[in-house]
């Protein structure tokens, strides 16, 4: 199956700061997916970008298939952004990286 | 987007019983539903995945006896963990997916058998 690597593992921002969040696959995938897990561990939906840009707000994501990489902007952090992020790509499964935790400090 | 929604959002158990945990999709038939295990700060850990009115993909190392997978309908799964003991205590989430596109989850439960 594909292997899913997420950098960097860990992140700390004051808040107001931007940050990339970097998701590299081993192969192609048909479907990419970004998401943030809360504190209670429900993971919400950020972005379902198997290729191209998006933008939600301040977040934005772009995934370059051809690449075989998706990244995660976060502009204008603030402190409710903070928790994990997880990117997931599928062949038919959908397999996770192991994370980003980002900490945004006031 | 689309409701999942799972049940019970957390359950204590005694070592040696079974637990069974609902996964629903509220606004959408899925053809796919997937379960995952999750451990204090790792990432989540595909166990199965099942097809409505068909026996469950287990991933390798994961004991098919001791979780029981049903796919019963488009709209339900259940995974029941059978003779729980304290290892098998974790969070566990669902997934709900139409073929080929977006995965919604559900609120996750948490497991704790003591």
């Known amino acids: 199956g594909i292997q899913v690597e997420q950098s960097p593992p860990d992140l700390i921002l004051q808040e107001g700061a931007n940050s990339t969040l970097r998701c590299n696959f081993s192969?192609?995938?048909?479907?990419l997916q970004w998401f943030h897990q809360n504190p209670w561990g429900q993971l919400i939906n950020l972005f379902y970008?198997?290729?191209g840009t998006k933008q939600n707000g301040r977040l934005s994501a772009t995934t370059v298939a051809t690449e075989r990489y998706s990244l995660l902007y976060i502009s204008s952090s603030q402190t409710t952004d903070s928790g994990v992020y997880f990117c997931a790509g599928s062949q038919g499964n959908l397999i996770f990286g192991k994370g980003t935790k980002l900490s945004v400090k006031p | 987007g689309a409701v999942v929604s799972q049940h019970p959002s957390w359950v204590i158990c005694k070592s040696g019983t079974s637990v069974k945990i609902e996964c629903r999709s509220l606004d959408f038939q899925a053809t796919t539903m997937f379960w995952y295990r999750q451990f204090p700060k790792q990432s989540l850990m595909l166990m199965a995945t099942s097809n409505e009115g068909s026996k469950a993909t287990y991933e390798q190392g994961v004991e098919k006896d001791k979780f029981l997978i049903n796919h019963a309908s488009l709209t339900l799964s259940t995974l029941t963990v059978t003779s729980a003991h304290p290892e098998d205590s974790s969070f566990y989430i669902c997934s709900a997916t139409r073929t080929g596109t977006e995965a919604f989850f559900g609120q996750g439960t948490r497991l704790t058998v003591v």
């Open positions: 192969d192609s995938v048909n479907n």
């Open positions: 970008i198997p290729s």
